[in-house]
């Protein structure tokens, strides 16, 4: 008996070594390598990659995991698209914007008025076009709305355009458009003479570009500059000094002064409510006389 269990103990000790220098399972040999795979996937290193997600029309990154993270990388590295081009501070006024600004609909009520040639207290001079109005002086606010383009809506559901080329003194109530009487015709009949109103800023398709002019007997010494053809209100208007920009005040009569002749002839910036600037060079110092530019505000 005693030599049968040593001969059984001594194959069972032969057995295990030669299970013990066998290979291990070849599933486990290749756990590495197939989690190592998707990593370079992720970072777009193979051909192969997946195209990555767009990123969401906010441009804001996603709270997601580090994988999703690593997919959008080259995506977020990529310029913007030229179509993406915008006026600056676009979405806010400029702090001299005045009391007409974008997106507020106001209140009040329309009077006609025989409007003749179509030149006004703006000083743009005769115009053809007679779809034009004359602010209350509260909303003109010292011309700060010469040239500005409202839609003005009635009860009846009519709606016109017109450009602001004139004042309405008191009684003129804020809120109220004296209408040229070929705009009111539009609204309702002329005998009925004052009817409510709501009206709002607009910022029309124009294909004309802007023009600067000179007062009559301005100099090198002292001028005035107007603004013609704007899209949008102007908010502010500077000329370029030897000690860099300067805001000019602005007159009710529709133009900028510079008392003392500086920056007469130079470079003119204009700001509109929108905060866009529009810098033109080589206006020449001609009195009275309308000079096209290049240049034109952004529609909004």
């Known amino acids: ?39 370079a996937t992720r970072t777009g290193a ?24 690593a997919a959008t990388t080259t995506a977020a590295a990529a310029p913007p698209p030229a179509a993406k081009k915008t006026p600056p501070a676009a979405s806010t006024p400029a702090p001299s914007a005045g009391r007409i600004r974008p997106d507020t609909i106001y209140k009040g009520v329309a009077t ?35 040239g ?15 450009r602001i080329t004139n004042v309405c003194p008191l009684p003129c109530a804020p809120g109220q458009l004296d209408l040229s009487e070929q705009a009111f015709a539009k609204l309702a009949e002329l005998k009925v003479g004052r009817i409510p109103i709501t009206w709002s800023l607009v910022s029309p398709r124009t294909s004309d570009t802007l023009s600067l002019r000179y007062k009559t007997g301005s100099s090198a010494h002292w001028c005035g500059i107007q603004v013609i053809d704007h899209r949008n209100p102007v908010a ?4 370029r000094t030897s000690k860099g920009w300067r805001k000019l005040p602005r007159t009710d009569y529709n133009y900028f002064l510079s008392a ?13 409510i929108y905060g866009e600037q529009l810098t ?7 009195p009275n006389v309308a ?4 240049v034109q505000f952004a529609a909004h």
């Open 112 to 146: 006609a008025y025989a409007a003749a040639d179509g030149n006004g207290a703006c000083l743009f001079g005769p115009s053809d076009d007679l779809m034009i109005a004359a602010m209350n002086a509260t909303d003109y606010e010292s011309s700060r709305a010469c």
């Open 260 to 272: 003392d002749g500086g920056g007469c002839g130079g470079a003119i910036r204009i700001t509109d």
């Open 280 to 286: 033109v060079d080589g206006t020449a110092l001609l």
């Open 291 to 294: 000079q096209p530019t290049r």
């Open 236 to 239: 502010r208007l500077e000329v």
């Open 1 to 39: 008996m005693l030599g049968t269990a040593v001969i059984l103990t001594a194959a069972g000790v032969l057995f295990c070594l030669v299970t013990a220098m066998l290979p291990g399972p070849k599933a486990r040999a290749g756990a590495g390598a197939d989690v190592a795979a998707p990593a």
């Open 148 to 162: 500005a383009y409202v839609r003005v809506r009635a009860a009846n559901g009519a709606s016109i355009t017109v």
């Open 46 to 69: 193979t051909p192969s990659a997946p195209t990555s997600p767009a990123p969401p029309a906010s441009g804001s990154p996603t709270a997601a995991t580090p994988s999703a993270t």
